[in-house]
């Protein structure tokens, strides 16, 4: 049954995502703000339907989790998720606010955050932290620098209201990240990290190599036990199921290129990897309502050539390995892998504030940090 709680003009319906009328309308909002906010470019309407979809993303699977939209006058105006307690190790006491989007009014936000916390308080929630959209498996926090630079594939935008609401709620910032630009002509071929790159390739037990797109199949579960081991002591890290793990996969499967994702091997055995991927953002046309009909795909298709702009997405190396400084020779080769490539620059997305050895690598390779995001929490035995 359908929950509404008419407040002062302002309807907070319950969905259920399972429902594909409730689906639609949930992943609706992004669409149409994006449509008068130039950077924000808001995607594949699929992508999303098929993300927050309990029968197709195995992440759902077992979760309890409940989302709510905000309607004035019949329009979806703001829309929120909730996470059941318990999915981020570190805050066991912490429910997890999802998806938050929302116009520039603080009536429809109050709303939205009161029917948030008056579930994350029924399930025993101590605390509300995030956003994460749905986990730190995807783009989670909310921009708050960085606004005039169009967001990345598979990276959200939010616009300056966002954080000021949010706020204003009684949220409070509990860690950043950051996204950080390179352009082949800031790339700082020669120098430093060069330097230390091949002082670290020298040795005799490490070969880095490229993975092969054409052996997606096999090379996938190297990537899995990588990134599963690599991030394993992050903040809010919790290892994917092998489903959760190729759903994710899949997104990657058609966009991934010959030596934009590396391997490397100490003895023959993967102990550290750094992925990248074309920019499908910059040439795929924004729509309002981002579907991809077959005569908006053909026109993306010709515009592949010009497809000159990547993300590197994601990067670690095993525990045990760090301390060999591995990281430096694999960000070395991809960033002259992707301009030997053709590729005019990119994106690096994303980065923890407090993650020294990147803080450190990032400008030696020529690297400027462009967007900051922010994840937040709020203690829910005090009211806002």
């Known amino acids: 049954m359908v929950d509404r709680q008419a407040i002062g003009g302002c309807d907070i319906r319950e969905l259920s995502l399972a429902r ?21 470019h808001p995607g594949v309407r699929k992508f999303y339907s098929d993300l927050v979809h309990p029968g197709r993303n195995p992440f759902w699977k077992g979760r309890k989790a409940w989302f709510f939209v905000a309607l004035r006058q019949g329009h979806v105006v703001g829309r929120m998720g909730l996470l059941d307690v318990g999915n981020v190790p570190q805050r066991p006491n912490a ?6 989007d929302f116009i520039d009014d603080s009536d429809v936000v109050d709303r939205l955050i009161d029917a948030v916390i008056t579930r994350a308080r029924s399930r025993g929630a101590r605390e509300l932290i995030g956003p994460m ?28 209201y966002y954080a000021r609401h949010l706020e204003a709620a009684g949220f409070r910032a509990i860690a950043e990240l950051q996204a950080w630009s390179l352009f082949e002509e800031s790339f700082l071929r020669e120098g430093r990290l060069r330097n230390l790159a091949e002082r670290v390739e020298r040795h005799a037990s490490l070969r880095i190599r490229s993975a092969d797109p054409r052996r997606f199949q096999s ?6 036990h990588l990134y599963s081991r690599s991030f394993a002591d992050h903040w809010a890290f919790t290892p994917p199921t ?17 030596n934009m994702a ?3 091997e100490w003895d023959g055995e993967p102990v550290g990897f750094v992925l990248s991927v074309p920019d499908l953002y910059g040439i795929l046309p924004k729509t309002s309502r981002g579907r991809i009909t077959p005569g908006l795909l053909l026109r993306t298709l010709r515009r592949w050539p010009k ?12 525990p045990a390995y760090r301390r060999f400084g591995i990281h430096l020779p694999l960000f070395f080769r991809i960033a002259g892998a992707i301009f030997d490539r053709g590729f005019r620059g990119g994106e690096i997305s994303w980065v923890m504030s407090d ?7 990032l400008p030696l390779l020529g690297a400027h940090q462009t967007k900051t995001y922010r994840l937040y929490a709020k203690p829910l035995d005090v009211e806002h």
């Open 20 to 40: 594909r009328g409730d689906r639609e309308l949930f992943i609706d909002l992004p669409f149409r703000l994006a449509s008068s906010i130039d950077p924000w």
């Open 95 to 100: 429910a997890t606010l999802v998806m938050p």
């Open 133 to 160: 959209n749905p986990n730190i498996h995807h783009d989670i926090g909310i921009q708050v620098s960085g606004f005039e630079h169009r967001n990345t594939i598979f990276m959200g935008y939010q616009p300056p």
């Open 219 to 224: 090379e996938l579960p190297i990537f899995y």
């Open 242 to 258: 092998w489903e959760e793990f190729t759903f994710i996969a899949g997104d990657m499967r058609l966009i991934l290129k010959e």
């Open 262 to 264: 590396l391997i490397a």
């Open 307 to 318: 497809l000159d702009l990547v993300r590197v997405m994601i990067a670690g190396v095993l």
């Open 355 to 361: 993650n020294r050895p990147m803080q450190k690598v």
